[in-house]
Structure formats: C-alpha cells, structure tokens
C-alpha cells in the first residue's frame, strides 16, 4: 500500500495493542507469525485490500499522466518475447509510465500477486494459488537449435541424433512447471546446464552443442546470434504461459496494464 517503514512499525504497534499479543516474534531467519497472527490472518488481509481499494478510488488512472512503474514477474524467455512489443505500446500510451520485470517462482510470483507487491505475473503454472486468477496467454513450443554451419546438421535432426548429441540446456528456476521439461532430459550428455535460456542460445551460437528452447525465442535471436532452427518432429512439448493477476483487483492502472499485457503478446 505504498506506507513507509516508520507507519509500518506504528500500525503494527497498533495492533499489537488491539489484540493484546506480540503478533510477529524475532527468530535466526526473520519474523515468525505468532499462532494468534495466523489465525487473524484472513480478516487482516481482507481489511488491507479494502482500504487499498478505498484509497485507489481517490486516484483516477491516466495513462497519458501517470509516472507508474509497474512490476511483472516473467521468465526470461517469456519477457523477452512481451518486452519489446510493450515498451513501444507504453511510449506511445503513457510515455511518463515503466516497467519492471523480475524473475519469481512459481509459488512466489503468484504469492507476490496476491500481496499486491507486483501486479501481475506471468508463467507457466501448473497449480493455482488462492485469492490469484489465471488467464491463459499463448502458447509456444519447444524447438532444437543449432550454429550456423554446425559441422552435422543443416536442416534436420533424427532422434537418434539428438540423444547422441552434447547438449545445452536451461533448468531456469523463475520459470515455474517442472525442471528438465524437455524430453528425455535425464538421458542426454549434458554439455553445459545454464539458469537462463537467453544464455542457452549465446553458447549454442558458440559451440557445436545443441539446444532444446521456446521456439519464439529462438525464432527472434536466430539471425542475431547465427543459429539454424532445426526440423525435429519428435519434440512436441507444449509450453502453455498464463498471466496471473489479483482476484477482486479494483485498480484501473493494473487493468490497463494487463490490457498492454495482452497486447504485447499478440503482436511479439
């Protein structure tokens, strides 16, 4: 809700005092939720959200005014397939306005969403959070990419070649499903395991590896970095991204930047 740090410490000491008990509890590793604070939990975050949205009806969204920077949660692959397409629609809409896109997981990103420390996440979800909604965004799949000029393949990969292959692979941990998504993950000679497929593509351009990524990302860095986008039937994951967003989120600037979301995915 935007309070400083010294409001934070006296509303707390508010409470405290209303429900007689200390509420939070100082161990090693941070703040402990007493029992009482768990119990008080669901009211507490209900009350929060309804002030919030008092305080959102005093202030009208404009996109053409406002400084807002607003915070997303993506993988790489997925903000770099999003990214270009909405800074262009932001300077153009709401040329004062940012954004800013962090790397959560799956469990964290749509925890975050429904604290209202970020407004929106997007991912592969597997599960739904509770007080989060998810809406489906596209759908992409996995490809396998090689060098320009790789000394074995032009246009095509057998299977038995890709298990015979030295491979690149991104276990990337914002991501969300599961780690080794691609088939036969735990069969492959593995040359090289990197936390981002942006990296995954650099060193496949460097290399006589092979890659296994999200056909859009390789389909807009494959002229950039030199890399053959191979013919592999057998690889047919799919990769389906969602956005998660509030459940009963009143606020206008997230709505418009949600719409700028959708967008950005149509026109990556």
Known sequence: MGLSQPAVSHALARLRELFDDPLFIRRPHGLEPTRRALQLAPQIEALVQLADAALRQDNKFDPHTTNRRFELSAPDFAAAHIAPALMKQLSNAAPHAGFHIRSLGNEAAQGAVKKGEIDLAIGRFGSHYPGVILEHLYEDRYCVVVRQGHPTFRRKISLEQYMAASHILSLAPGEGGKEGDTENTANLRLLAV????????????????????????????????????LNAPFIGRKLNVSVATRAGETDEGTAWFLEQVRQSCRDG
Not at 200 to 217: A, E, H, I, N
């Open 194 to 229: 990197v936390p981002r497929w942006l990296l995954v593509l650099t060193l496949v351009g460097q290399s006589d590896g092979v890659g296994t990524v999200p056909r859009r990302l390789a389909e807009r860095h494959a002229d950039t970095l030199g890399l053959t986008i």
